[in-house]
């Protein structure tokens, strides 16, 4: 499977709305976010979602399809030299254990160290083993936590 990464802006929402949707439902003990936080909302608090100062918004792109299969984002920590976080990744059952996670992830490290952070950050569900070995095969170790939910950082 080829894939391409591509950047959106708030202009593309109904794209990331159509991935966000199928990510609260397929997976909604993966979220801080509930599919009914979300469900109703209007083109404004969607785009607003992607109008988040200094951040990436990055969908994968099966080539062959042109579908969307996957999702990430990329924000600035509000502390200088601090680091940048990585959130909402997921990608569709269909093509996981293709290296779409890998893509997205190291899409958002490039873009966080070009931004001078020195360290990506993430939060994952503690019971989420999947997601977490996802994160450690791409250079991510537990910070620190408790049984409900994780801090992993990779250094950049």
């Known amino acids: 499977m080829m894939?391409?990464?591509?950047?959106?802006?708030?202009?593309?929402?109904?794209?990331?709305?159509?991935?966000r949707l199928a990510a609260l439902a397929e997976a909604p003990e993966a979220f801080g976010s509930r599919s009914a936080d979300w469900v109703d909302a209007d083109e404004g608090r969607w785009r607003e979602r992607l109008s988040i100062p200094g951040a990436i918004d990055l969908v994968a792109l099966d080539e062959g399809t042109g579908c969307p299969i996957g999702?990430?984002?990329?924000?600035?920590?509000?502390?200088?030299?601090a680091g940048a976080e990585l959130i909402s990744l997921w990608v569709d059952p269909a093509a996981r254990g293709r290296g779409v996670a890998t893509l997205l992830i190291d899409a958002v490290a490039t873009w966080a160290a070009a931004a001078g952070a020195s360290r990506l950050e993430l939060s994952v569900m503690a019971?989420?083993?999947?997601?977490?070995?996802?994160?450690?095969?791409?250079?991510?170790?537990?910070?620190?936590?408790?049984e409900v939910e994780l801090k992993m950082t990779r250094a950049l």
């Open 127 to 146: 019971e989420n083993e999947s997601a977490r070995r996802t994160y450690e095969r791409n250079g991510f170790a537990v910070a620190a936590g408790s």
């Open 71 to 81: 999702m990430v984002t990329g924000t600035p920590s509000a502390r200088p030299g």
């Open 3 to 19: 894939v391409t990464l591509i950047t959106l802006s708030s202009d593309d929402w109904r794209v990331w709305r159509s991935l």
